[in-house]
């Protein structure tokens, strides 16, 4: 059969050429379109990694003004207790957690790290209301991102963990430190009020951290990082009066991509009303980073299809309009007792040979036709992947969370690694590169396109008798 | 002498728009080895339907054709065809680009360690040169292309020869020459040959002359 095959596509040269040309052109538009839904998918990993594994369950203010009455004021009684949080931490994919109260504290023994801005605005009516220190109490420290993304980094000492629960262990900025002659092991004090009552809580230092970022640095007083106190999540209870309340838990998964699994999960799972509470996967980030890769990803899987179907039916067109030149041969060797089935593996193995040296030349050509479609998408308007890294200003989802300074440094943390990574020279491009998947895909959709083209025609030419095959081809 | 190939009630119609034509009606007939028959008749009389069923390439609406006293349909018409029967078409029916002999004998998975040689020595016997049997396909004359469709039959070593008019394109003295041939195989390699043809001369060449008439086949000698 093969030697047969060999020698019909030896004489039939016009038609191998004809077929060639079109394998050839249909293999290399399948590659681009796979090698671009593959570079999408892999860039859309990329966001999704770089957005982190962390999911944050919080008290959802943003529905909560959507759904109040005019001029109704949103409560604050609303608050998001250890026994919702601990529903979560066993589940599914959760590795680790962190529970966070986010407060504010003043101090008679330091003084907060001034900042130009602060002098400029120095208002003495706004400055008896003024709250100097930012109080981040985390059950841990080990998972924050500004120190896992090394944005913070600790000069001296040691950051907080579980074994400092229910400790008045703290870890300050090095500038806070500095201002006011402090180093680990010395001791400070803070205080609060809550209803009508001050509290006056005495912190020990563990550690001094820095500040890497210098663009974090310059916030108004106490939104300013470098005033901003960890703390054990007991300190946070004592200074918000409340053992049971927190801000807010940060769920950190075994793999990003497992994110929106986990929500699904807690949602089943969990006595938790998520019209009040919402779980954050960072998702609405991670849709205003992804919608142009998206759109990208199904123009491709689009793309694919209709080379495909359109591929597929013009070989059929052809191998139909050629197949009537075989009917004599297909009756020939029916009359020589040929099976049906060899006569269809015989056609294909012909087809199947100018696949596999198309299939050979396509890992070539096909990365030279990805790198031109992918430059093309990527210039056009519609895509705006290349701006992305730009927009320092994107709202974000976390402002449920506004009185956090933390989440807004992680929020920050993750856009600048987004600019970063999409503003890097090594990401101007798509990596259209054709990876083994891409291979093993178009492969198959090849087999599939050649099997197709093969099996129409044929299927139409066999349901006749031979007799009939060979009467046909005289006319 | 020994029966081969026997039609039993054989009928066979076909739809022409909403009329039904009758070609046979429960015809029967006994072909023996060693024997060559021509099968005769006007265009349309059911000459080439005859020599269809007989060779397996279509089905009899009814009746059966049965090889060595075994219906064909039993023992399957692709495996008939392959292992049983050879036929030779008017038109050669040759696939260009097959080394036609070889590729038969491949076909129905005859091994020969000669197969080369073997092929040879009877396109040889048949009057071919080495030269042409080299030669593309395209390049032989008809009176050589259909040496080499017959050479094809014969290189099968089957015991039942059917040929469709098989010397329709040739002149005179190539069909001689063919017709020799075909009485060599019926009366010295003690094949079972059928014939359709127009031609009375070579009828009367014929060990038995059948003609169709109104669905049945009488033989006439």
């Known amino acids: 059969m093969i030697k047969n095959a060999l020698l019909s596509l030896k004489k039939n040269i016009g038609k191998t050429i004809l077929l060639f040309v079109i394998i050839v052109v249909i293999t290399n538009l399948v590659i681009a379109g796979l090698s671009i839904q593959s570079a999408t998918k892999k860039s859309m990993d990329q966001i999704r990694s770089s957005l982190g594994n962390d999911v944050t369950l919080s008290v959802d203010f943003r529905n909560m003004i959507k759904n109040r009455k005019p001029s109704e004021a949103v409560s604050n009684e609303t608050s998001l207790t250890t026994t919702m949080a601990d529903s979560l931490k066993d589940l599914k994919y959760v590795k680790n957690y962190n529970y966070q109260i986010s407060t504010s504290a003043n101090s008679n023994s330091i003084s907060a790290v001034e900042t130009a801005s602060d002098n400029s605005n120095n208002q003495p009516e706004q400055a008896s209301n003024q709250v100097d220190f930012t109080i981040s109490a985390n059950t841990t420290m080990k998972y924050l991102d500004s120190f896992t993304n090394n944005n913070y980094k600790l000069t001296k000492g040691r950051l907080l963990t579980t074994k400092d629960q229910n400790t008045n262990n703290c870890v300050i900025e090095t500038n806070l430190a500095s201002d006011n002659d402090l180093s680990v092991g010395d001791t400070f004090t803070i205080t609060t009020t809550v209803n009508d009552e001050t509290i006056t809580q005495e912190l020990t230092i563990v550690g001094i951290y820095e500040i890497q970022s210098t663009n974090e640095i310059g916030s108004a007083h106490f939104n300013n990082p470098v005033n901003t106190i960890y703390t054990d999540l007991s300190i946070g209870q004592t200074l918000t009066g409340s053992s049971e309340n927190i801000t807010s838990a940060i769920y950190y998964l075994d793999d990003p991509e497992n994110a929106e699994a986990f929500v699904e999960l807690a949602k089943k799972k969990s006595d938790i009303d998520f019209d009040t509470f919402s779980l954050d996967a960072n998702n609405r980030l991670y849709q205003q980073n992804a919608s142009s890769l998206e759109s990208m990803q199904s123009f491709a899987k689009m793309f694919v299809w209709i080379v495909v179907i359109a591929g597929s039916a013009i070989l059929c067109l052809i191998l139909a309009l050629t197949i009537r030149n075989r009917y004599y041969e297909i009756g020939v060797l029916l009359s020589l007792g040929q099976s049906k089935v060899k006569i269809i593996a015989q056609q294909l193995i012909e087809v199947g040979l100018i696949a596999v040296v198309v299939f050979v030349i396509s890992l070539g050509t096909g990365q030279l036709t990805s790198h031109y479609m992918g430059n093309m998408l990527e210039s056009s308007p519609s895509s705006n992947v290349m701006q992305m890294g730009q927009k320092g200003d994107q709202p974000n989802d976390n402002q449920n969370q506004s009185d956090s300074n933390q989440q807004k440094n992680n929020t920050q943390t993750k856009e600048n690694f987004l600019g970063n990574m999409m503003q890097g020279p090594s990401n101007q491009e798509l990596d259209v590169s054709i990876t083994g998947e891409t291979v093993i895909q178009l492969a198959g959709v090849t087999a599939a396109i050649c099997i197709v083209s093969i099996a129409v025609p044929a299927a139409y030419v066999l349901r006749l008798t031979p007799r009939q095959i060979l009467s046909r081809k005289e006319g | ?221």
């Open chain 2, 1 to 221: 002498m020994e029966k081969l190939l026997e039609l039993e009630n054989v009928s066979y119609s076909y739809q022409d728009g909403k009329e039904k034509n009758q070609i046979l009606d429960h015809a029967s007939y006994l072909f023996e080895k060693g024997k060559i028959y021509a099968v005769v008749g006007a265009s349309g009389s059911g000459k080439t339907t005859t020599l269809s069923l007989a060779s397996g390439l279509d089905k009899p609406d009814d009746g059966k054709v049965l090889f060595k006293g075994k219906d064909i349909q039993e023992i399957g018409l692709n495996k008939y065809r392959r292992e049983d029967i050879s036929i030779v078409f008017q038109s050669y029916n040759l696939i260009y680009y097959m080394k036609e002999v070889m590729s038969a004998l491949e076909i129905a998975g005859i091994k020969r360690k000669d197969k080369k040689e073997y092929c040879l020595s009877i396109l040889e016997q048949l009057g071919l040169s080495k030269d042409e049997c080299k030669r593309d396909i395209r390049q032989l004359s008809g009176g050589q292309q259909q040496r080499v469709a017959i050479a094809r039959a014969i290189a099968r070593e089957v015991d039942l020869i059917l040929c469709d008019e098989p010397t329709g394109n040739l002149d005179e003295k190539n069909s001689i020459e063919i017709m020799n041939t075909f009485l060599d195989l019926a009366h010295i390699h003690h094949k079972c040959v059928i014939l359709v043809t127009h031609s009375p001369t070579l009828a009367k060449m014929c060990d038995v002359s059948l003609r169709i008439k109104e669905g049945k086949i009488e033989a006439k000698r």
